[in-house]
């Protein structure tokens, strides 16, 4: 079933909100044999909403639409539908009950704003949304389907979860089967890897595809199985997947779509480690990361971040020589810093990273971009220094990365596909 | 000037990759008076990237596109365009010399792959992409331009910055002019803020749009005016400003479009004050939040994440007695981790955190969700407890948000509009 996802709001256009909605979305529908092809945004413009609506509704078996459906005048999708879809808006008592119920968890007053949430079109199936004031409205036509969901994220993730996506499943069968599989690579450029992985791409079957998605100074590799035999499907990217893995053996350190730092708890929790972190140039980034995973309080020690020498001194242990001789950017201070996390926080394992992340602060020996990042484990302790780019945002992303990384390589004894 | 952006990627589609790229392009075009009308995204496929690019042409006049320009096989957006422009690809000499710069500065070994992107279409000026390997390629049409970039963040960036934007104005003067102003709003549902700003959205001119973008736990108000009379355009959206300033004084905690973050960092420097924070369900991301800002390092000190009680006690000197009798997730717990980051990292402030960010670790009394944060300046301690959701990811943020406002707050003396 072909999916077109159209977000709306003048937000997403004029680049005050990143919209991270319809990819989410669109990770949840391939799992389920959905083929999400397009992906529209409109801004709070009815002419250029309905012009949307029409042309999805022609394009594509299923529609859904996040967004415009707040209590405030900007929010104008409802009405839209309404008049594509013919019909008029009821006041829901249902609907009213679920606005009322909410706001007596929230404590918030009611206001005739959020009353008028409980209009809804007449020519759809109201969805209730037991997180938010904004009902969910499911419209059919033609054997086609559009539903219309709010653009908070954890009130559209909820409804897709629990409502969308189990109704859509019991109205279309597949007619395709997709299968990706993603490997996480590190230790090559996209184009080396893509040179190197040249005569297994001419060698995939037809209905493989495989996509090389750098990020962060890794490079992703989704292999994409897409046919109507769901066990060719499955099979396909196991082989593919054997293929690859032995390729590339010693670079791929993550299967599935796992990120550095859900790959990184996951062994820590299977060896019984814990981990403590010491950041410097990451500024709390490589903390921030491994705290985003649930569950992490059983393997995660703590964390500092210290900016200045003095802090560095105080809390980790390095050596005031050491810093006046080689600088904070430097082998021997990084690894003081990740031996002097093992001490302060008591974890079994460390990661530290010392660098200059931008756009200021480079000298002509360590220009912007220079980090060194150090990983310790037990006993033994590794360490390396990278030469990133000139941007801020992408130095810290990638050193974090490559830090998480390294230790995840040194608990794994730098294994290859998991 | 209407503006078209697509961006090309099954990655995109599929949800493994965030679009970022299109919400900043937004936001820098916006700047110069171009007016994004429309957003698409596609896959690697080239019926459908034409289709795209064929209605783009005919209902836009500048066509921006980013992605697919990559040296692999599923890289389609060259040869598609030279299809869709007609022409021939050239081998470029000056693409290829850049090429070679490129890898003389990254010290990767040459490969075919990366040779071809040399290959340009003979219907297009080329622009050099000193950023990385894969050109900018720019065409025209019937008065109308298209111009196709890299799908890497930090190289569109510089290439919009440094050539796209600037030659868009030579070619094309602005049509209408349009100005933004977005206030940061606290203390407010959407709803509830709507409702108290009914009259004066009515009172708006017609050519002023009030707009509410939510977000974890903030509201941002935008005030957008689209005219054809430059100071027009500027001076309703001052005037605008100012009667929203009155009538929520002391809930605006930022005018232009300042994150928390930024904010605080401003009056940090300005007052001459040093922050640091201590951490525990937030788990780093306020500091990843105060580090993202470059030159932070003038008034950031350093940050501790405490997970374990062990280290509440250890670092921050939390009394053994207070954590036994009022649990980790208390006032006084709180305010003494704010108390002790300000003696261990020597800052002037300090922000802590306490709670349950969930999904698990709830209890009747503390439910997942219910989060203590404290602020410290000088003598001066406030701490305040939220009941944020059920949801792990915007507990964090949510929580990360209120803590820099409420040290916002304190050093501002609670002052509205700035």
């Known amino acids: ?65 996040t967004g415009g459906i707040g209590p405030t005048k900007d929010d104008i999708t409802r009405d839209a539908l309404c008049r594509y879809f013919g019909g008029k808006l009821y006041f829901s008592e249902d ?7 909410i706001f ?69 069968s597949p007619d395709i089967f997709i299968r990706h599989r993603t490997l996480w690579v590190n230790g ?23 996509a090389y998605l750098p990020q962060s100074g890794l490079v992703r590799l989704r292999l994409s199985a897409r046919t109507d035999c769901e066990e060719e499907a ?47 140039c990451t500024g709390g980034r490589i903390a921030s990361l491994i705290t985003s995973v649930p569950g992490c309080s059983r393997y995660f020690a703590g964390s500092v971040v210290s900016y200045s020498n003095d802090l560095k001194r105080k809390l980790l242990g390095v ?9 904070a950017v430097s082998r021997v201070v990084v690894e003081q810093m990740a031996l002097g996390a093992v001490g302060l926080l008591g974890c079994g394992c460390a990661i530290a990273t010392s660098g200059i992340a931008g756009p200021s602060g480079g ?19 590794v360490s390396e220094c990278y030469s990133l780019g000139a941007l801020r945002e992408p130095n810290i992303a990638r050193a974090s990365n490559m830090a998480l990384l390294m230790l995840l390589g040194l608990v794994n004894g730098q294994d290859g596909c998991q």
Chains 1, 2 share one sequence.
Not at 95 to 101: G, K, P
Not at 188 to 210: D, G, H, I, Q
Request: proline content about 5%; aromatic content about 6%; glycine content about 8%.
């Open 1 to 65: 079933m072909n999916v077109e996802i159209i977000t709306i709001g003048d937000e997403l256009l004029i680049g005050q909100v990143v919209d991270t909605n319809s990819a989410w979305m669109g990770g949840q529908l391939e799992r389920e044999n959905f083929r999400i092809m397009w992906k529209t945004t409109v801004g709070d413009d009815e002419a250029h909403l309905l012009d949307a609506v029409d042309r999805a509704m022609k394009r594509a078996q299923i529609v859904l639409l």
């Open 95 to 101: 609907v009213y009950e679920n606005i009322l119920r």
């Open 104 to 172: 007596g968890i929230s404590g918030r007053a009611m206001n005739p704003l959020t009353r008028n949430q409980a209009l809804v079109p007449d020519a759809c199936t109201v969805i209730m949304n037991l997180q938010g004031t904004a009902p969910c409205t499911w419209f059919e036509r033609d054997g086609k389907v559009l539903v219309s969901m709010p653009g908070v994220p954890y009130e559209m993730k909820w409804l897709m979860t629990n409502e969308v996506i189990p109704r859509l499943k019991n109205v279309f």
């Open 188 to 210: 090559f450029s996209e184009s080396a890897l893509a040179l190197k992985l040249e005569r297994f791409e001419e060698e995939l079957p037809p209905f493989v595809k495989l």
């Open 234 to 280: 499955g099979r396909s990217v196991d082989e593919q997947e054997a293929k690859l893995c032995s390729l590339l053996a010693g670079h791929i350190f993550a299967g599935e779509d796992k990120t550095p730092e859900v790959a990184l708890g996951d062994v820590l929790l299977a060896g019984g480690l814990t981990v403590g972190v010491a950041e410097s």
């Open 319 to 327: 050596q005031e020589r050491d810093l006046a001789e080689h600088g």
């Open 363 to 381: 000298t002509p020996a360590k220009p912007v971009g220079t980090v060194w990042i150090a990983a310790t484990m037990q006993d033994r302790v």
